[in-house]
């Protein structure tokens, strides 16, 4: 249905928004409850890199209840190669990165940075650069942060509780929360300040994350 319906207006702002809430009925069927705590805090005509850690297979679902409007994802390659996924993934204007390769990753950030000033499109990165699998959050790499300051938009950065826990099986949906924090300005800074911003934005993240955690533990 998503390549379908991608087909019909090809690499469009809104396509990766509208084929994610066709994963609505998957909530019922996996026993899942995603609560959104908030929406982000935004102009929402004015393009940003949302960075977003990155934990299983599981996260599709939680991106599906607040993929922002006018905002394209980011993902391996090798995606491209998944049947049917990778199509849609590329149909509906999301970028493909080679992060094994340190010259097409900084192309890739140009490509990326032009992408938002011209389309004037927002960009949805998982900076760990892999799926932690229960390990907490991992180191960040910087390219979403050298993207959002050579294009000179805030970063807002997104926390998803940990789903290390969520067992599928279980009788009651397990509930899993996800929170947009504040934005980051990138005024003024300069290539060399990704690497400060990565470590900024991390220590932020993980703080909610532990926070969110802790609020499960003791309310739900």
């Given amino acids: 249905m998503a390549v379908a319906y991608c087909c019909i207006r090809p690499f469009h702002g809104g396509n990766t928004r509208i084929a994610l809430k066709l994963l609505a009925p998957a909530y019922w069927l996996m026993n899942l409850k995603v609560i959104a705590i908030n929406k982000p805090n935004t102009d929402s005509a004015s393009p940003v890199v949302y960075v977003v850690n990155h934990q299983d297979l599981l996260d599709v679902f939680y991106f599906a209840k607040i993929w922002p409007k006018n905002c394209s994802g980011v993902g391996k390659r090798e995606l491209a190669w998944v049947p049917v996924f990778g199509a849609a993934f590329w149909l509906a204007g999301n970028i493909f990165i080679n992060r094994g390769d340190k010259d097409k990753a900084r192309a890739v950030v140009d490509q990326m940075a032009e992408k938002i000033n011209k389309l004037n ?6 900076p760990e650069g892999t799926r932690s699998r229960g390990k907490g959050l991992l ?4 390219g979403a942060f050298l993207t959002a300051i050579k294009a000179g938009v805030p970063i807002v950065p997104l926390c998803v509780s940990s ?9 009651a949906p397990k509930p899993g929360l996800i929170e947009f924090l504040p934005p980051i300005s990138t005024t003024g800074l300069q290539p060399e300040d990704a690497e400060r911003l990565a470590l900024e934005c991390h220590d932020l993240m993980k703080a909610k994350i532990a926070e969110m955690d802790k609020r499960l ?3 739900f």
């Fill in 139 to 142: 180191p960040f790499k910087k």
């Fill in 217 to 219: 533990e003791n309310e």
């Fill in 121 to 126: 499109r927002s960009i949805f990165i998982m």
């Fill in 163 to 171: 789903t290390a826990n969520v067992t599928l099986s279980d009788w």
